[in-house]
């Protein structure tokens, strides 16, 4: 007797960090946490407060609004990452030679459930999450009990953290 096999792929929880200083940054995020909602096989289990934050990099540029959402999802790192950058891209973002400048919208993969990934397109945990307060500030908010793979608690890091003006709207 033959059996036919469903394949169900597991179910991880990701963590997406948004960022933006252009054209309205506020509704930047928001839309963007709206455009995650309807990535396919996931569904966003916490989003926190937006976060007013001074730029890294060069200071000739506007304060930026960040957030961080959290998925449950189907989708293999890679999956995910191509629906992040197809809604960056809808966004209006124009990939440049800006890497510290401003820009209208990223949505960074920071942790792929407890997974370490490092390939060309994806590095994972995000290499700067750990030193950057617009990141451990809203993890922390929505994920205060979460331990990233190198067993280093998220809600030690965001106390220890010089949180550098940030304010929580
Ligand atoms: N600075 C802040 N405050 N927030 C960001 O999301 C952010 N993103 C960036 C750089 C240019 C590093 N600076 C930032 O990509």
Redesign the pocket.
């Known amino acids: 007797m033959q059996t036919t096999q469903l394949q169900t792929s597991p179910t991880v929880t990701a963590y997406i960090?948004?960022?933006?200083?252009l054209s309205d940054p506020k509704r930047q995020v928001s839309n963007a946490a709206k455009a995650i909602s309807a990535i396919p096989s996931s569904n966003v289990v916490a989003l926190s407060s937006l976060y007013l934050?001074?730029?890294?990099?060069?200071q000739d540029?506007d304060?930026?609004i960040?957030a961080v959402i959290a998925i449950e999802t189907k989708l293999s790192a890679l999956q995910l990452l191509d629906a992040l950058q197809t809604i960056e891209n809808n966004a209006g973002r124009v990939r440049k030679d800006?890497?510290?400048?401003?820009?209208i919208l990223?949505c960074d993969i920071l942790l792929y459930g407890d997974e370490t990934i490092n390939n060309e397109r994806l590095t994972v945990p995000h290499y700067?999450m750990k030193v950057?307060?617009?990141?451990l500030l809203p993890l922390a908010e929505i994920a205060p009990t979460l331990y990233l793979p190198d067993n280093s608690s998220v809600s030690k890091l965001a106390s220890e953290i010089n949180s550098?003006g940030?304010l929580r709207l």
């Open positions: 960090g948004l960022g933006s200083n934050s001074k730029p890294m990099g060069p540029q304060d930026y960040n800006n890497r510290w400048g401003a820009r990223d700067g950057r307060e617009f990141v550098n940030i």
